[in-house]
């Protein structure tokens, strides 16, 4: 169950989630972003979770102006060379939708396991093992 958190201390237009999906429309020849995580994280795309933050309250180096906080959590499919092309498509990405630079962009990536993530009111692993039976 991958999570991705965006938070941003820059405004998030109204129409942000139309513009994130014409985007990667535009440069993924009309691939959704979830679809491009699904395919990343070997995740189905129906387990995928995105949540934006706009106006957080934050400062990053000391100094005010636009910066960014993206949390990445999946259960696998996170290491060193993987991780490198998350954040370079995710810092890109920022960048280009909200005009926050890149090196005011943060990213946490956090390998998960299944026994410390609840849903459809069971922990993934006890969803995992009613559904092998």
Not at 28 to 45: G, S
Not at 46 to 58: C, F, G, H, K, P
Request: proline share 5%; glycine share 6%.
């Amino acid at each position: 169950m991958p999570m991705i958190h965006l938070a941003t201390n820059v405004d998030v237009p109204a129409d942000f989630e139309a513009r994130f999906l014409l985007f990667w429309r535009h440069k993924c020849q009309n691939v959704r972003l979830t679809d491009i995580m699904a395919v990343a994280l070997n995740k189905p795309r129906e387990t995928i979770l995105v949540q934006v933050t706009a106006y957080a309250r934050m400062i990053h180096a000391a100094t005010p102006g636009p910066c960014a906080h993206v949390w990445l959590k999946s259960m696998g499919h996170l290491d060193g060379h993987s991780n490198n092309i998350y954040a370079e498509k995710i810092t890109t990405l920022i960048n280009e939708m909200t005009g926050v630079p890149k090196n005011k962009t943060v990213i946490e990536f956090y390998d998960l396991h299944g026994d410390n993530i609840g849903f459809n009111g069971a922990t993934v692993t006890s969803n995992e093992r009613k559904s092998q039976k």
